[in-house]
């Protein structure tokens, strides 16, 4: 069985889930769902070692020590520093780069939980069969609910062990997710990829020339220190960024899906985490000196002084040291746009 190389993504600012994530601390590095990080789970997912290779990691100067210090117990772990961030596309070609061509890539965000981790596994080893194919597969996570914060993949025809992607469609509106939803051969895009390392490589020389030349000319003229490869800041910083959907998959004639249904979430605010965790029979869920009344699906927790909530429902309350966030659950959304969170 040729082995899958996972490739994991770990960056980002850590706005939206200020002020327990903050940007020299973000959520990839804290232990959110369960008692280890989510950096750390998105190793072990990978870490059987009969079906997956050590991993790479793409990270940037500013979380390094972070990915080094958490990667510890993950032999083999390979890491590369990206001189600046320029989005997922060139973040992908800088591993691709740095495998052999026929190497199979799996592509994984490092700030995502799955609470079915068979699941994802042996998806990762159906998407891998049709990457062996040359073709460019997405995992399309089966949808729970008429989400509009998610782009999505129509399903095509099929193919061995998943189908062709007919469309990507960017986030929708409501009602469009409701007939999505209805329709049933729709999928969330959960930025979970796997592809040949070569053929994902054409594709991008194909449909963003410069940024493969740029990236190519960063790998060769870059630097090993130990573990870590250090990319040539001059030819990266050259590189227009740009989403892998959009420099890539969205243009691809060669783009498959497979469906699958593993208790995913983002993470991607206060309202995701509560709905991560296990909570009581009111759908509470609480850290630290929390103490709830008549309360229902409250998210609270506190890493010091005492909270105590009355009579609300569809609330987060969280205490970080001298910050306190209160937010409705309809307004998560928003709580990157706090002038704390971006300035933090």
Known sequence: MTKIHPVVLCGGSGTRLWPRSRAHNPKPFLPLVEESTLFECTLRRCADAGRFAPPMVVTGVGHRGHVEAQAAAFPGTQVIVEPMAKNTAPAIALAAYRLPADAVMLVCPSDHHIADPTSFAEAASAAARLAAEDWLVSFGIEPTAPETG???????????????????????????????????????????????????????????????????????????????????????????????????????????????????????????????????????????????????????????????????????????????????????????????????
């Open 150 to 344: 998610f782009g999505y993949i129509r399903r095509g025809a099929p193919v061995d062990g998943g189908f062709q992607v007919e469309q990507f469609v960017e986030k929708p509106d409501l009602a469009t997710a409701e007939r999505f939803l209805g329709e049933g051969n729709y999928s969330w895009n959960g930025g979970i990829f796997v592809f040949r390392a070569g053929a994902f490589l054409e594709e991008l020389a194909r449909h963003r020339p410069e940024m493969a030349e740029a990236v190519r000319r960063a790998v060769e003229q870059g630097r090993e220190e130990g573990a870590a490869f250090h990319p040539d800041a001059g030819a990266f910083s050259q590189i227009e960024g740009e989403s892998v959907d959009y420099a890539v998959m969205e243009n691809t004639v060669r783009a498959a899906v497979v469906p699958v249904s593993m208790g995913w979430s983002d993470i991607g605010n206060w309202h995701a985490l509560r709905d991560a965790r296990p909570g009581d029979a009111n759908g509470n869920r609480t850290r630290g000196r929390v103490e709830l009344v008549d309360c229902r699906n409250v998210l609270a927790e506190t890493d010091g002084p005492r909270i105590s909530v009355i009579g609300l429902e569809d609330v987060a309350i969280v205490v970080d040291g001298d910050e306190v966030l209160v937010t409705t659950m309809a307004g998560a959304q928003r709580v990157g746009k706090l002038s704390g969170a971006v300035n933090q």
